[in-house]
């Protein structure tokens, strides 16, 4: 019977880019120095979503991935581990030893999001993310995410138009944050594009907004790679940025 914490990460193959290697292998890295197990996933990840809901979300595979990881979670609790983690395969743990998990039954991740506006004003929205997520065995708040989540991909409508890609995962954390006010695990945070480019030129406002607008200093970052796919961000960007960080981690403003 399994005991202690398991560490989860997946993505499809092959990897988009050379600095997700960097970002894995930093996490992979944590893990062991902290003695958690360690498990990567591809494609498999999605097996344990219902036939019915498989099909409505298979051409949506952020919001699969959103669903698909709770079961894994779930399935790794239920399997017998007291406490099971997820991090997305483009986070980069910066300080592997400050990057402690307190005692908590839930924890989700702080989103301090730094976005210029039209009018070049930079605004901040401080919000909670699923790209670090922790449940421990016994807590009721993974069920009720899961049951959550597939409650509103059951009740859909297709005819209302495609489904959102955070429909599952930051909206409704966000959701029910505000309503419930889940544990936050300050030092689990995300760079939106303004602070990646802010950190490339030596600094800037946007990441003073950033670093004003958290609570500690984050010791692991999602580097939000869907950025790249938009096309704010270049695969090169990300390469000088993972490489200047495991230089320089981030440090108090």
């Given at each position: 019977m399994a005991a202690g914490t398991l560490v989860v990460q997946s993505h499809t193959s092959p990897l988009p880019a050379a600095w997700y290697e960097r970002c894995i292998g930093s996490v992979r890295g944590w893990a062991g120095s902290k003695g958690y197990?360690?498990?990567?996933?591809?494609d498999e990840l999605f097996d344990g979503i219902p036939g019915p809901l498989l099909s409505r979300v298979r051409?949506?595979?952020v919001v699969a991935s959103d669903l698909a990881r709770l079961i894994v979670l779930e399935n790794a609790l239920s399997g017998g581990y007291s406490r099971a983690v997820w991090l997305?395969?483009?986070v980069l743990v910066l300080d592997p030893t400050g990057?402690?998990?307190?005692?908590s039954g839930a924890l989700f991740g702080r989103e301090v999001w730094v976005q210029e506006s039209d009018g070049g004003r930079l605004r901040v929205y401080r919000k909670i993310h699923n790209?670090?997520?922790?449940?421990?065995k016994g807590n009721p708040v993974l069920p009720f995410y899961r049951w959550s989540a597939e409650r509103i991909l059951d009740r859909y409508d297709a005819q209302a138009g495609p489904m959102v890609a955070q429909l599952i995962g930051p909206k409704l954390l966000t959701l029910l944050h505000n309503a419930i006010g889940f544990d936050v695990l300050e030092t689990a945070g995300v760079l939106s594009p303004a602070v990646i480019r802010d950190l490339l030129s030596g600094g800037g406002p946007a990441l003073d907004r950033f670093l004003a607008g958290c609570e500690g200093v984050p010791r692991a970052v999602n580097l939000c790679g869907s950025s790249v796919v938009r096309g704010a961000l270049g695969d090169r960007e990300m390469d000088e940025l993972v490489l200047r960080l495991v230089k320089e981690p981030l440090a108090e403003g």
């Open positions: 197990d360690y498990r990567w996933l591809g051409q949506r595979p997305d395969a483009d990057f402690e998990l307190p005692e790209a670090f997520m922790a449940f421990s």
